[in-house]
């Protein structure tokens, strides 16, 4: 069940990495308490009464706010990029009078500001499809050598993608 919010669950990562990379860390902290409420107030529903699921309820409702926590980062993303200069308001505000002139004039601060934010966007696309097909293609074939070896295997497999992504991650 998870596995369906895979594309979600990473493209949070990517997206998370985007807003650092412009000085934001507002937006992903407020989606991480959005998804934790969600996932709070899912998993009794689905794990236990009504629906009562057990853990492919809580599974769901994993997912669930992590499809949640993407939405909400990919609405922000947009907003800040997309946005005409005026109606973005979450990067800091301007500092000065001469700032604001700048922003005003097209090919001002904000523009390149703008251009600077398209660009970081495309790199963390590139970086989110590499992640995607190296994770995806190591994980489908593990799981599916782990499944014809029983529960045993798939426990182990379970820790060694755990510690496998886990130094990925601090590689990269």
Known sequence: TRAFALPAALALSASEG????????????????VA??????????????PVKLGVTGAAAATAAS??????????AL?????????ASATFAPVASAAAAAS??????????ERAAKRRLLGTSAATLTRTTSVL?????????VARRLGPSA???????LKVWILLVLAAE
């Open 66 to 75: 992590q499809i949640v926590a993407c939405a909400l980062l990919f609405r």
């Open 78 to 86: 947009r907003r800040d990029l997309f946005s005409p200069p005026a």
């Open 136 to 144: 995806g293609t190591w994980v489908y074939l593990a799981s599916l």
């Open 18 to 33: 985007i807003f650092r990379g412009m000085g934001n860390t507002r937006a992903p902290l407020r989606a991480a308490l």
């Open 36 to 49: 934790s409420v969600a996932n709070l107030v899912l998993d009794p529903g689905l794990m236990i009464w």
């Open 154 to 160: 798939i426990a182990a497999h379970g820790v060694a």
């Open 103 to 112: 922003a005003a004039v097209p090919g001002g601060d904000d523009d390149e």
